[in-house]
């Protein structure tokens, strides 16, 4: 006998919904998009459609490790737990722990309720991140534009009739800080309404195939092309912002050393489409400027990702239907932070500086190398694998190994993990339930949906359960850490005049949630108090309401709301942070430089997400392979074969080449996350490729963020068998 089952998929950004079939033995038997999904409307990609392949993975550990030496010993969670608390008690200063968060954090409840509880009861400021190897520009620029690193203004998709799009691919990314199942169809419908799409990007693209126009540019010089566009607006009086603002002065004043002329030499674009780039947005109905991971990843990352909100404020669609809009999520509550800051400590070595409590992930490696008071000793992984995802992983890898303890909380023993003294695995994807909190605060439509446990534990412990467990064991406590943290809410939320259950009895209210676990009580409790929730005054949205609705419910086209988001000291937006300007300087700095002969840039996969997706075998071959994308007028001029050897500052690798027009003379693109040779995963071993993070430098960052630079790294390419002097 077959069930059917409908779940959310947690593999990207999109959160489509999936329709599952299980056997009687709950084996995955087909994966289909659901079609009574309100946001995702039955869309699918080829993600979700190996989820029961990635489910059921033979290589995924089932039970923990301990190694012992070179060899691994399966333990039960006593035993592995205990061993944990034995290498933590032997750390004499918490300043010498640290932490890393992978990209699978931020698809997991577990990540987005656990991670902060955990990392204050180790009581260590050294945390890290996939977001400073990919994100981090933007939350720093929409902290000091807007006051917090979350408010941050997605394209209105459906209803825009302009969008300028740069450094992003969402027909293979699914879409990146803009939350939209089926982006594909979404810019297909934009331009069957009539209206345009731009794409810049060193690469043609699937979707700057798709788009009405793509332009080329330069790796890394985004910054100047967007400050182009914001000088033509200011000398063609086109300016009509539609809030009140601070700093419009100083932009304006900053713009000017960027005229389209200067700006062209560096980036490529022709300055006639400079201008007519920022008429066709002035202009427009309705319009949004949206940039992602390619534009995050380079030396001048926050400045790019600060022009692209200050143009949506200069042409008037910032906060309106049709332009940039802040989504408002089911679980959105808190009150008032005090001002956005960064840097309120620094690294121990390079002294760089904190942004949203993170480290960046580019001094890694120094933080464990070097001698003195607080080096690192104990490192603490939670679903990533720096080793391939970070700048200059090998010397990582080479790091890992000086460690007095490393505890991994990871699905598979991997290239990182290898060197964890104790591995606790997760559960299975369908034992687990599922909510996007991250995610559905940048979706294009409000929306929310639970995914509850597909199937029983089976006496393994939930994610949940293994984060909190560490929890208490860092923090010498014993007791129950949901029902603590569920009182400190109720706590706040009674205090807070106008919360909905101010002057409540926090016992009783305690007692009103609903759910099977922590976790879901947790939930319950935050839709609750959310601007949606029952407890808010303005809706009736509870745990139980998601439940009686496995599809998810539609909360309502995105609406005006910025006098909500904002969080500045002064009440206005930002336009001319301080640190932002003074960065810029920085930028001037670089204009008349002449660009390096060949750069290197990363590439998406539609059936890849970084390292962990290369083991489930429909999803490698094809077109998700790891070659050296690279232009055949380079080809010749270099005299290059079948491969290549490419040569940075930082390492060397000898790769396949994929000769194509589709990039620019002096680009070639690396997809990141590979380099599996030797692992005990079979089939990301079969297809190892090689790691593009042997080539990128940890000592380059972008100044504001502290982002690690994967796009614009200067490499020189040789046929192999050629000795070349560096």
């Not at 607080?374 to 890992?400: C, E, M, W, Y």
């Not at 599922?434 to 995914?451: C, E, I, K």
């Not at 070639?668 to 993070?693: D, F, R, T």
């Not at 990128?696 to 972008?702: A, L």
């Amino acid at each position: 006998m077959t069930s059917t089952v409908h779940r959310t998929c947690p593999l990207c950004e999109a959160v489509c919904g999936l329709t599952l079939t299980l056997d009687e033995g709950g084996h995955v038997t087909s994966v289909r998009g659901d079609k009574d999904d309100p946001f995702s409307k039955g869309f699918i990609c080829p993600k979700g459609a190996s989820l029961g392949r990635l489910d059921e993975d033979p290589d995924r550990l089932r039970k923990p490790l301990i190694r012992e030496g070179d060899l691994w010993r399966e333990v039960g969670w006593d035993e592995a737990f205990a061993a944990v608390k034995a290498g933590l008690d032997r750390v004499a200063d918490r300043k010498s722990i640290a932490v890393y968060l992978g990209n699978p954090n931020a698809h997991s409840m577990a990540g987005a309720l656990y991670g902060a509880p955990l990392i204050k009861a180790l009581g260590t400021r050294n945390v890290f991140s996939a977001s400073t190897a990919d994100q981090m520009p933007k939350h720093v620029a929409s902290g000091l534009m807007f006051g917090h690193p979350l408010a941050i203004p997605v394209p209105d998709l459906d209803r825009t009739d302009y969008l300028l799009m740069l450094g992003a691919n969402p027909l293979e990314s699914n879409g990146s800080l803009c939350t939209a199942p089926d982006f594909p169809g979404r810019l297909r419908a934009l331009r069957g309404r009539g209206g345009r799409l731009v794409v810049v990007d060193p690469r043609r693209t699937r979707t700057a195939a798709l788009a009405d126009e793509h332009v080329f540019v330069r790796p890394g010089t985004d910054a100047y092309l967007l400050f182009g566009i914001v000088h033509t607006l200011f000398a063609e009086d086109l300016v009509t912002p539609s809030h009140q603002v601070n700093g419009l002065a100083e932009v304006r004043e900053a713009a000017k050393h960027f005229p389209p002329e200067s700006v062209s030499h560096r980036t490529g674009v022709a300055a006639e489409v400079i201008v007519r780039l920022a008429r066709e947005l002035a202009g427009a109905r309705t319009a949004a400027v949206y940039a992602r991971i390619g534009t995050c990843t380079a030396e001048f990352g926050t400045l790019a990702q600060w022009l692209v909100d200050v143009l949506n404020v200069l042409t008037g669609n910032l906060d309106r239907p049709g332009g940039a809009m802040f989504p408002k999520p089911a679980t959105e509550f808190g009150a008032r932070r005090r001002p956005y800051a960064v840097g309120r400590w620094k690294s121990r070595v390079r002294g760089l500086p904190e942004a949203n409590g993170e480290l960046p992930v580019a001094t890694l490696a120094d933080e464990i190398e070097t001698p003195g008071e607080g080096q690192v000793k104990f490192l603490l992984t939670i679903a990533g694998n720096p080793v391939l995802s970070a700048p200059h992983g090998d010397r990582l890898d080479a790091a890992f190994e000086g460690l007095d303890f490393m505890v991994s909380v990871d699905p598979y023993l991997n290239e990182t993990t290898k060197h964890a003294n104790v591995i606790l695995p997760p559960p299975r994807v369908l034992q687990s339930g599922h909510y996007d909190f991250a995610l559905l605060g940048f979706a294009v439509r409000n929306y929310t949906r639970y995914s509850p446990p597909l199937l029983p534990l089976d006496g393994q412990p939930s994610e949940a359960q293994i984060l909190a467990r560490l929890a208490m064991i860092a923090s010498g406590l014993e007791g129950d850490l949901d029902a603590f943290v569920i009182d400190e809410m109720l706590r706040k939320a009674a205090e807070t005049p106008g919360s909905g259950i101010e002057g409540r009895d926090i016992a009783e209210l305690h007692d009103a949630l609903e759910g099977e676990t922590g976790s879901e009580r947790r939930l319950d409790l935050m839709l609750r108090l959310g601007p949606y929730g029952e407890w808010a005054g303005k809706g009736d949205l509870s745990l139980r309401k998601l439940l009686d609705h496995p599809h998810g419910l539609d909360l309502g086209a995105l609406e005006p709301r910025l006098d909500e988001v904002l969080k500045t000291a002064s009440g206005l937006i930002e336009l001319a942070p301080p640190q932002l300007i003074e960065d810029v300087e920085r930028l001037r700095g670089r204009l008349a430089e002449e660009p390096p002969e060949i750069v290197l840039i990363g590439r998406r996969h539609l059936r890849s997400n970084n390292s962990w997706l290369h083991n489930v075998g429909p999803l490698v071959g094809g077109s998700n392979t790891c070659t050296l994308q690279i232009n055949p007028a380079d080809v010749a001029r270099l005299g290059l074969g079948g491969e290549a050897v490419v040569r940075s500052a930082k390492g060397q690798l000898t790769v396949p080449l994929e000769p194509t027009d589709t990039i620019m003379p002096g680009v070639v693109s690396l997809p990141h996350g590979w380099g599996h040779a030797g692992s005990p995963q079979s089939v990301a071993a079969e297809h190892a490729g090689v790691s593009a993070n042997v080539l990128t430098d940890e000592s380059t960052i972008d100044v504001p963020s502290g982002n690690a630079v994967f796009n614009g790294v200067p490499v020189t390419i040789s046929p192999t068998g050629v000795i070349t002097a560096h």
